[in-house]
């Protein structure tokens, strides 16, 4: 006679791998979902830089060589502390130019923000026309 079904041994070996599918598959959504967090974060400081570089770039009365600071509410960095630091220099000027010449200046922008205990940071730079006020 032919019996039918499984053993008690083919069972535990078929619980011992589901169980270990089951631990990898958990192992692997709790990375993503750090993941998806950390790049949350990005995609914000990504959006916060621009901003303020378009900010700075429009802003023309903006000093040259000094280094600029600010803060960002915390609305908009999901309550998060966040800041900015930001510096124009010059970058391109013909030669012999005098005050009052074209050249291109360098904007660079640096978004900071706070995850956990760690600061996290994300730079931008961009050019804009601007004056030479000095040779």
């Not at 039918?4 to 993503?32: C, D």
């Not at 803060?71 to 012999?96: H, M, V, Y």
């Not at 904007?107 to 931008?124: D, K, N, Q, Y």
């Amino acid at each position: 006679m032919r019996s039918r079904g499984f053993t008690l041994l083919e069972m535990l070996v078929a619980t011992l791998i589901m169980g270990i599918a089951v631990v990898g598959l958990l192992a692997n959504i709790s990375a993503s979902l750090r993941n998806a967090a950390r790049l949350t974060d990005y995609d914000r400081a990504a959006l916060l830089a621009r901003q303020k570089m378009d900010e700075l770039l429009v802003d023309q009365g903006l000093p040259k060589m000094v280094p600029l600071e600010g803060g960002f509410d915390p609305a908009l960095t999901g309550g998060a502390e966040a800041g900015w630091r930001a510096q124009i220099t010059p970058f391109e000027a013909p030669p012999n130019a005098s005050p009052g010449t074209d050249i291109l200046e360098r904007l660079e922008v640096e978004i900071w923000w706070m995850s956990g205990a760690r600061r996290r940071t994300f730079a931008l730079e961009g050019f804009r026309q601007g004056k030479l006020v000095r040779p």
